[in-house]
């Protein structure tokens, strides 16, 4: 009937560049800046993702470099400063990888970002093995979605089965991400059932309604 959510396999970056475990340092450094990545999913034998290497993880041991004898070291968790002397991946890496599925959709992937505290995940598939990688800024490309294109499928699939013609009249109107709609219903009870439904729908930042009820020619606007 409504809308389906848009799925990280929407949004995620494909094609995605991981290491071995015995990757070396310099390696991981190397191909982060050859790809301009900031975290290189670490893959077993099998090509499985087992946990994930980001510059948080290399920046330890430049700080044992320039000071080490204590520097900033000392106050740092003891994860970190175990990290300060590793020379592989799979001593530089967080794991277990905190990962996500190619159908979970994005309000999914934010939470479990939000949750974890990371700014991307490596997307796999059933398996385990790596089908992309989605960030944070990933997530923000369906408010990049084009007002018509919001404003139609507001229309298609909310208007015109919650509020059919002619006993209800809505005009739906979008402006920078905001909907607006405007009209007479005929079932007022139907006013935050189409709120919920309209802030579901991709790339939609609020929700305001301009609405007068048939029976009594009661009007009010504002946000449900």
Known sequence: MYGTPHIVSDVMTHTVAAVGRRAPFKAIV??????????????????????????ADLLPTEELRDDPETGCLQRRRPADMAKAGALTAAELMSSPAVTVRANATLA????????EGVKRLPVVDAAGLPA?????????????RDDDAIAEEVRREIVSYLFPPPASALQADVHDGVVTLTGRVRDPAL??????????????VDVQFDLAHDDHGVTGAGRP
Request: proline residues 3%; hydrophobic residues 50%; neutral net charge.
């Open 30 to 55: 190397q191909l982060m800046q050859d790809r301009q990545v900031s975290a290189l999913p670490v893959i077993d034998g099998e090509g499985r993702v087992i946990g994930v290497v980001s510059e």
């Open 108 to 115: 999914e992937a934010a939470r479990t970002m939000a949750q």
């Open 132 to 144: 992309g990688i989605v960030s944070r800024a990933d997530l923000l490309k369906v408010f990049l």
């Open 191 to 204: 006013v935050p059932v189409a709120a919920r439904l309209v802030r579901a729908v991709e790339g939609v």
